[in-house]
């Protein structure tokens, strides 16, 4: 299930951090998935950006340092789409809500990892499943980063030739050229937007203890409703599926499943209580990463001293900031990203039922992975009993 040595990308020949111009452009790969979850979250939800930001910076910062390639930091995707709807229909989600759902999926998941638990779980699971959850996961980003290029098509084949032109250029890294391109086009569009910026205060926020407030009723809202749903979405896609991506591209610095399910819990944990979201490593994440050229922890540790510095200081304006980059150049980011997860997992098992196994597992992971997951454990199974033949 592992692609052909001339496709994968070359561990790094040092063991420690780069912070080289590809590090910092690569820092940047994860962007089209981050900056639409936290927008949504401050805007719908009314979270506080401070906490949001910092969470997710100073997780980014600790997760760069301790593996040293480029594990990425993310929100989780279920339970940012459930909250937000739900907050956006009805008055049932609240952010104490989403404190509670990051509280509980911390306590799960450092279970799972402390105990060891992890690692016999995912040891269940076929390798077929693996490649399943990966292939589906990028097409999934490839079509979603699509919707979002429709927006903007002549913006969109704009940016996506110029970035493809530029893609492996060492001198001038094409995510660079991407984000002044898209900001200079949001500027050029909503000039307005940057007399807002310039207005924006500066200044250092006061932090506060998140969980001081959260109801219980808050607590099972966020545990029932929020985290659980998460559980086999998280199991498959941050920690199988990053396991699998970061080995085979850095094999010199490996991950255990114990380690990243204890590694999300820490995060989750944290995040609770200086009020941020729930978060967890994703492969699409790492794909994102390394497509635009970063090698080591060096890019989620710039990435994450970026956040910590809005954090702190223009915590007010990041949803202005985040309004100046269009629709259709994060679809730009996202396609690559899902082309970069898809190409290395595109060899498929030699074994005709396996296929079968891969393929659905696939199909059904582009609409949701936890169900995607489910559905190849169970043909797996009635393949091995011989209840299904092709």
């Excluded at 639409?36 to 969470?55: H, N, T």
């Excluded at 098992?349 to 659905?360: G, H, S, T």
């Amino acid at each position: 299930m592992h692609e052909p040595a001339s496709r994968s990308v070359p561990p790094p020949a040092a063991t420690g951090n780069r912070y080289d111009r590809m590090e910092w452009a690569g820092a940047f790969g994860d962007l089209g998935t981050l900056i639409p979850f936290v927008a949504a979250y401050i805007g719908v939800l009314k979270l506080d950006p401070f906490g949001v930001l910092f969470a997710f910076g100073l997780c980014m910062l600790a997760c760069g340092l301790h593996y040293k390639t480029p594990i990425p930091v993310q929100p989780m995707k279920a339970i940012g789409a459930v909250a937000i709807t739900q907050a956006a229909q009805t008055a049932v989600v609240t952010p104490g809500a989403v404190y509670g759902a990051a509280l509980a999926t911390g306590v799960a998941w450092l279970f799972l990892g402390l105990s060891g638990m992890a690692a016999r779980v995912t040891r269940l699971v076929p390798p077929a499943v693996v490649l399943g959850i990966m292939l589906g996961l990028g097409f999934g980003f490839m079509l979603e980063g699509v919707k979002m290029m429709q927006t903007d098509w002549p913006i969109a084949a704009l940016a996506g030739v110029g970035t493809l032109l530029l893609m492996g250029n060492r001198t001038l890294p094409a995510m660079f050229v991407l984000l002044v391109f898209g900001a200079a086009v949001g500027a050029w569009r909503q000039p307005a937007l940057l007399h807002e910026l310039a207005q924006v205060p500066l200044g250092l926020p006061s932090p506060s203890f998140a969980l001081s407030d959260i109801s219980l009723h808050e607590l099972a809202i966020g545990a029932a409703l929020l985290a659980l749903p998460q559980l086999p979405l998280t199991l498959g896609n941050a920690v199988i599926a990053v396991k699998e991506e970061n080995n085979r591209l850095f094999p010199g610095r490996p991950v255990t499943e114990n380690g990243l399910a204890t590694s999300t819990g820490i995060m989750n944990v944290f995040s609770s209580v200086v009020g941020g979201v729930p978060m967890c490593h994703g492969a699409g994440g790492m794909a994102g990463h390394v497509a635009f050229g970063a090698r080591t922890g060096g890019a989620p540790v710039i990435l994450g001293v970026i956040l910590l510095v809005l954090a702190l200081f223009f915590s007010a304006g990041v949803s202005l900031l985040f309004k100046l980059f269009p629709l259709s150049i994060l679809g730009v980011i996202l396609f690559l990203t899902g082309a970069q997860l898809a190409l290395g997992s595109s060899v498929l098992p030699a074994d005709r039922n396996q296929r079968l196994v891969a393929l659905a597992t696939a199909a059904l992971c582009m609409w949701n992975v936890a169900a995607g997951f489910l559905l190849g454990l169970a043909l797996h199974v009635m393949i091995a009993r011989g209840w299904v033949r092709m």
